[in-house]
């Protein structure tokens, strides 16, 4: 069983910059995506980032350019560097785990509640 620990949130004023962590129990194998949701009170949870088992990235449009999704596998470890944060960016950030599926060379990510593994979140909050 692997768990997802999240660390890094808290409350900053707009314009700065978060580094949020994911640290994984375990080592998960090599065709694992993760990925970033965040989800705000009265808001459906929303995918914010994905990174697939050869490390393509992809974001949502409301973040492109200001976050940046990476990993550390010797550490076992995501990490979702959060720059230009704005109050709309308020929310309790998970991470997910999930296998990839490859085919004719592209690699899949799974979709919202087909990630298998998620961590508990981490609380960011943004006053403007």
């Known amino acids: 069983q692997v768990q997802l620990v999240e660390s890094g949130g808290g409350s900053v004023q707009a314009g700065r910059s978060l580094r949020l962590s994911c640290a994984a129990s375990?080592?998960?194998?090599?065709?694992?995506?993760m990925a970033w949701f965040r989800q705000a009170p009265g808001k459906e949870r929303e995918e914010v980032a994905r990174?697939?088992?050869?490390?393509?990235?992809n974001y949502a449009d409301s973040v492109k350019a200001r976050f940046t999704i990476s990993k550390d596998n010797a550490k076992r470890t995501l990490y979702l560097q959060m720059n230009s944060l704005n109050p709309e960016d308020t929310a309790m950030y998970s991470c997910?785990?999930?296998?990839?599926?490859?085919?004719?060379?592209?690699?899949?990510?799974?979709?919202?509640?087909?990630?298998?593994?998620w961590g508990q979140g981490t609380q960011v909050t943004v006053s403007s």
């Open positions: 997910a785990a999930g296998h990839g599926l490859y085919s004719r060379g592209i690699w899949s990510c799974p979709n919202g509640n087909d990630y298998y593994y």
């Open positions: 375990t080592y998960m194998g090599s065709t694992y995506c």
């Open positions: 990174i697939d088992p050869v490390d393509t990235t």
